[in-house]
C-alpha cells in the first residue's frame, strides 16, 4: 500500500489453486475462491482444516507451496506481509505487552507514516469504546477489551482486507453477541473486505454473506448461511452447520420433479431440485426443526414423508424449544426439535410417536453417510503449533 | 501443631505470626552470612581507608579519619580508573553485539531444532569447564608474538614489524570481550528464548520490516536479557585485573583499576591507597549501575 493512504474501499481476494503443505500432512489442497470487494466472508471448519493457514497465506506469514493470492487484481503472492495491504486480527490478539494500548493501536499508522497517528488511534479506540483506557498496557485490560483493542489496532489502517482469527473465541457469550454486531457495524461502515476464520457455525451464520465451509484442507460448500443450511450438499457440511438426520438408501423411483428413495421399508421422497444425486444409492437428510411431532399415525398426504412409530428415547427442553430424540426400528434415531407452543413436552419419554415433514425440506446429498462419516478430522492445535513455528 | 491446638480460640491469630518466624528462620543463614562476609568486610575496608600510616611502627597503620586518601589515589590513578570503565564499557558492547546475534539464533531460530538448540548451548557455556585463568594464558600464546596470528597480521601488514597485540588495550578488551561473552549470552538467550514470535507477525502484519520490527518489538521485549546481560558483563569487567595483568594479556599502557589495587595491597602494601580505591570502584559501579536500571525501566528487569 502505498505509505500515507487508506485503502478507498475494499478489495476483492482471489485464491487460485493454492495448496501449502508442511511435513507430514497437507494443509490446504487446491483452494480455489473469490471473495468480493466489501463482502463479509466467513471461513467456517472444524479444528484442523486448514482455515488459519489460508488465512495466513493471505496475510503473508506463510508461503503458498503453489498457487496464487491475489488481492484486488493484484498478485501479492511473493510479497511480505508489511508490503500487503492486509491487516489481521490475530486469534491470540498478540497486542504489543510494551506499549500502551495506543501505541499498539498507532503502531501501524506509524509504520506507515499516516499523519497524525494518534488523533487517528484515539479514533479507531472510540469506535470500539475504549478511549477511557489509551493510557494503560495491554495486559492491565481483560479478554475483551483486549479483543477489541487488537480490532481497533487493525481497523485503523483502514487495510483493503480485514482478516479475523477467530477473535471472539476467548469471549463469553453475551460479550461475544455484543462484538459479532460491533464488528458487523464496522464492516458496514467503512466498508471492507472481511475475512472471518471461525468454528462457530452460529457467529458465521449471523455474520458473513458468505460463509464457506471447509475441510481437510479443500471447500466443501460455499453460499449464503440459509443456503448452506437449507440446502448441505455433503455429509460433512449437513452435519457440521447445524444438525441433520441422514438416510441412506437406494432410489426406487424418479419422477419428474421428485425421486423416492428406500430406507429399510420407508419411502422418503425428495425434489430432484434439491438433490444432488438421482440415481443409485443416495444420503436424504432433513433438519430437525422441520419435522412435526405425531402422536398419532397420520393419514398418507402426498407431499408428506412419514415414518414411525418410533420411540420417545430422550427429551430435553431448551427454552424455546423442546429436543426429542426418537428411536425409529431399522431407521436408527432421529432428532426433533419442537417449539414450545404449550407448557411442559407434548410426548413423554418412552411414548409412541411418527415423524413427518414436509417433501420440499428434505434434501439429498453428493456423498454417502457411511463413507463420509469415516472423514477424520484433525486437530487445530497440532497446526496452530506448527503454524507459528514455521514462522520463524 | 499441638501448640497451635491447645492455644485454642486464639490460634487464627497466631499464624501469621508463625509463618513470619518461619521465614526469621529461612533468612538466619542468609543474612548471618551477608554480615560475616560482606557487612563487616566491608566496614573493616571503610576503616582502612581513612587509616594513616603509623608513625612508630614502620609498615603499621593508625587508625583515623584520614580522608586525603581518597584525593590522591583520585589524582594519582585517575588514567587507570577512567580506563578501566572505557575497556569494562568496550568489552560490554563488543559482547552484546557478538551475543545478540548468537543468543538469537539459538533461543529462536533454532526453536524448530532443539538438538541444534542444546549443542549451540553447550557449546557457549563449555569453556566454564575450564578455568578462565587458563583460557586467557592460552590467549596470550595464541596472541603472542611468536604466534600464528601475529605472524599471519604481519605477514599482511596489518600489524609492524615492530608491533605486538599482548601487552596492548587491544588485547586487554579482547580478553574481556571474550571472557563475558557466557554471561552476555545466558541472559540474553533466556529472554529470547520465551519471545513469541506472534508479536513479531502481528508487527510485520502492522507494516514493520525486518529492520522497524527488530527495533521496534524485538528489542524492547528482550530489554531484559540486556539489562541482566550487560550488568553481568560490565561489573565484574570494570573491576577485573586478570586480563590487564602483564602476566596475562595487558601491559603497562593498559593497566586497569584491579591491578592498581592488587599492586597496592600486595606489593606496596598501601592498604588504605588500595582500601579507597576499592570503594571508589564499588561507589562508581553503584551509581552508574542505578543510572542505569532506572532508565531501561525497572518493571521489565523484574
Do not use: E, I, S
Given at each position: 500500500m502505498v505509505a500515507g493512504s487508506f485503502a478507498e474501499a475494499g478489495a476483492d481476494l482471489e485464491l487460485v489453486g493454492l495448496h501449502k503443505r508442511f511435513p507430514g500432512f497437507t494443509a490446504i489442497d487446491d483452494l480455489s475462491l473469490t471473495v468480493p470487494a466489501g463482502s463479509f466472508f466467513a471461513l467456517l471448519g472444524p479444528s484442523g482444516c486448514g482455515k488459519t493457514t489460508t488465512l495466513r497465506l493471505v496475510a503473508g506469514l506463510e508461503e503458498p507451496t503453489s498457487g496464487q493470492v491475489l488481492i484486488g487484481g493484484k498478485d501479492v503472492t511473493g510479497m511480505k506481509p508489511f508490503q500487503r495491504p492486509v491487516n489481521t486480527v490475530f486469534q491470540s490478539y498478540a497486542l504489543f505487552p510494551h506499549m500502551t494500548v495506543i501505541e499498539n493501536v498507532a503502531f501501524g499508522l506509524r509504520r506507515r507514516k499516516v499523519g497524525d497517528p494518534v488523533g487517528k488511534a484515539h479514533e479507531a479506540l472510540r469506535l470500539v469504546e475504549l478511549d477511557h483506557l489509551a493510557?494503560?498496557?495491554?495486559?492491565?485490560?481483560s479478554g475483551g477489551q483486549q479483543q477489541r483493542v487488537a480490532l481497533a489496532r487493525a481497523v485503523v489502517n483502514r487495510p483493503a482486507l480485514l482478516l479475523l482469527d477467530e477473535p471472539l473465541g476467548a469471549l463469553d457469550l453475551k460479550l461475544r453477541r455484543q462484538m459479532q454486531l460491533e464488528l458487523k457495524t464496522i464492516q458496514t461502515e467503512v466498508g471492507l473486505t472481511f475475512v472471518h476464520v471461525t468454528h462457530d457455525q452460529e457467529e458465521a451464520m449471523t455474520m458473513a454473506d458468505t460463509v464457506a465451509v471447509m475441510n481437510k484442507g479443500a471447500i466443501e460448500q460455499m453460499g449464503a448461511p440459509e443456503e448452506l443450511y437449507e440446502l448441505p450438499k455433503t455429509v460433512f457440511v449437513a452435519n457440521f452447520l447445524g444438525q441433520s438426520n441422514l438416510f441412506t438408501g437406494p432410489v426406487v423411483e424418479s419422477t419428474a420433479d421428485t425421486i423416492a428413495v428406500d430406507i429399510a421399508g420407508t419411502r422418503i421422497v425428495v425434489p430432484n431440485s434439491r438433490a444432488?444425486?438421482?440415481?443409485?444409492t443416495v444420503t436424504v437428510g432433513v433438519r430437525p426443526e422441520k419435522l412435526s411431532l405425531l402422536m398419532e399415525n397420520p393419514v398418507a398426504v402426498a407431499g408428506q414423508n412419514v415414518i414411525g412409530p418410533g420411540r420417545v428415547i430422550d427429551v430435553s427442553f431448551s427454552g424455546v424449544s423442546t429436543q426429542y430424540i426418537v428411536e425409529v426400528p431399522r431407521l436408527g434415531s432421529m432428532v426433533c426439535f419442537a417449539q414450545n407452543m404449550v407448557f411442559g413436552p407434548v410426548a413423554n419419554l418412552g411414548a409412541q410417536v411418527w415423524l413427518s415433514w414436509m417433501v420440499d425440506h428434505g434434501f439429498g446429498l453428493a456423498d454417502v453417510a457411511e463413507q463420509a462419516g469415516a472423514k477424520q478430522i484433525g486437530t487445530a492445535e497440532d497446526l496452530t503449533a506448527l503454524d507459528s513455528e514455521a514462522v520463524v | 501443631m499441638a501448640i497451635a491446638a491447645l492455644a485454642g480460640p486464639t490460634v487464627t491469630q497466631e499464624a501469621p505470626r508463625k509463618k513470619s518466624r518461619i521465614a526469621l528462620v529461612l533468612l538466619l543463614p542468609g543474612i548471618f552470612y551477608l554480615v560475616l562476609f560482606f557487612i563487616v568486610p566491608f566496614i573493616s575496608l571503610v576503616i582502612t581507608s581513612l587509616q594513616v600510616p603509623s608513625e612508630t611502627n614502620f609498615g603499621q597503620f593508625d587508625t583515623a579519619f584520614n580522608w586525603q586518601t581518597y584525593v590522591d589515589v583520585v589524582g594519582q590513578y585517575s588514567t587507570q580508573i577512567l580506563r578501566s570503565f572505557f575497556f569494562a564499557l568496550l568489552a560490554t558492547v563488543f559482547a552484546l553485539l557478538f551475543s545478540y546475534p548468537l543468543a538469537y539464533f539459538i533461543g529462536v531460530k533454532a526453536r524448530r531444532w532443539p538438538l541444534l538448540q542444546g549443542l549451540m548451548l553447550v557449546l557457549v557455556i563449555a569453556p566454564f569447564f575450564i578455568s578462565f585463568l587458563l583460557r586467557t594464558l592460552a590467549w596470550k600464546q595464541i596472541l603472542s608474538d611468536e604466534g600464528f596470528v601475529v605472524s599471519a597480521l604481519k605477514a599482511l601488514s596489518v600489524l609492524g614489524p615492530q608491533d605486538h597485540i599482548t601487552g596492548t588495550p587491544v588485547a586487554v578488551v579482547f580478553g574481556l570481550t571474550y571472557n563475558f561473552i557466557p554471561f552476555m549470552c545466558l541472559p540474553l538467550y533466556t529472554t529470547l528464548e520465551r519471545l513469541d514470535v506472534r508479536y513479531l507477525e502481528a508487527s510485520n502484519d502492522l507494516y514493520a520490516g525486518p529492520f522497524a520490527t527488530f527495533r521496534k518489538v524485538t528489542i524492547p521485549l528482550s530489554l531484559p536479557g540486556i539489562v541482566s546481560g550487560t550488568l553481568l558483563t560490565f561489573i565484574p569487567a570494570a573491576g577485573d585485573y586478570v586480563n590487564a595483568s602483564s602476566e596475562f594479556l595487558g601491559g603497562s599502557s593498559s593497566t586497569m583499576m584491579g591491578n592498581v589495587i592488587q599492586s597496592n595491597f600486595l606489593v606496596q602494601l598501601n592498604y588504605p591507597a588500595a582500601a579507597a580505591l576499592s570503594i571508589i570502584l564499588m561507589a562508581i559501579i553503584l551509581v552508574i549501575v542505578s543510572a542505569y536500571v532506572r532508565r531501561s525501566g525497572t518493571d521489565d528487569l523484574l
Open positions: 493510557a494503560r498496557k495491554p495486559l492491565q485490560l444432488q444425486v438421482h440415481t443409485g | -
